[in-house]
């Protein structure tokens, strides 16, 4: 998805006392970009982050709770760019949350684009104005996405009339964010085994 950077606030609340400067803190962010392409999340800290872009470690540190909120920020401001694919509104529902499913576990089967996402998954977590904006920009459109295609399955007659839509999407979401926490990862059998559960449900057959 391409959406128009925001700009605006901080993710985390500024705390009262000095100014921030602009320059710093474009500085940070840029800073906090090129570590992470470099490095990954995991192999950063908010000093190096403060030693790259020239200024104290309490700068960082005064503005930024968590490096998860610094990395989300750099992702709204569109310094560090995120692909979060959409489920394409086909006539097939079912084949268009496979395809997303299958898309998104390439995508999070790469160290680095795992690593980001669990660091917004971490500021959405602990930063309630990260949580708004990173839902805004991502979730919102995500479930929107997977609702239409469903409820056009609904009136096409290839999904029953009484799908919960919101409660479906929801659990394809949550389904790939908790992949995340997998220590193998999502992959095409993952999807399978997902969609299998989805489409025949949990119950024993009555039959």
């Known amino acids: 998805m391409h959406d ?21 803190r474009s500085e940070i962010l840029l800073a906090t970009s090129a570590l992470l392409v470099e490095r990954g ?4 800290t908010l000093a190096e982050v403060a030693l790259k872009a020239g200024v104290g470690k309490q700068t ?19 310094i560090l760019p995120v692909e979060a694919d ?5 006539d097939d529902p079912v084949a268009a949350i496979r395809a997303w499913l299958t898309i998104s576990a390439a995508r999070l089967s ?14 959405a977590a602990s930063d309630d104005v990260a949580r708004a904006k990173l839902t805004e920009r991502f979730h919102e459109p995500l ?7 469903l409820q056009l399955g609904i ?13 479906v999407a929801d659990m394809v979401i949550g389904t790939m964010s908790y992949s995340l926490m997998r220590a193998e990862g999502p992959d095409e059998t993952w999807v399978d085994d997902i969609m299998s559960t989805l489409i025949l449900g949990i119950g024993a057959s009555t039959a």
């Open 60 to 78: 960082v540190y005064r503005w930024w709770a968590t490096k998860a909120s610094l990395v989300a920020e750099c992702v709204l401001e569109g």
């Open 86 to 90: 959409l489920v394409a509104i086909e």
């Open 143 to 149: 479930t929107e996405a997977i609702a239409s295609a």
């Open 110 to 123: 790469q160290p680095q684009q795992a690593a980001l996402f669990r660091a917004l998954n971490a500021a």
């Open 41 to 44: 999340f995991d192999q950063f």
């Open 4 to 24: 128009t950077p925001w700009y605006g606030e901080s993710v985390t609340p500024i705390a009262r006392g000095r100014p921030r400067s602009e320059t710093a």
């Open 155 to 167: 009136e096409s007659g290839r999904l029953r009339h009484d799908l919960p839509v919101s409660a």
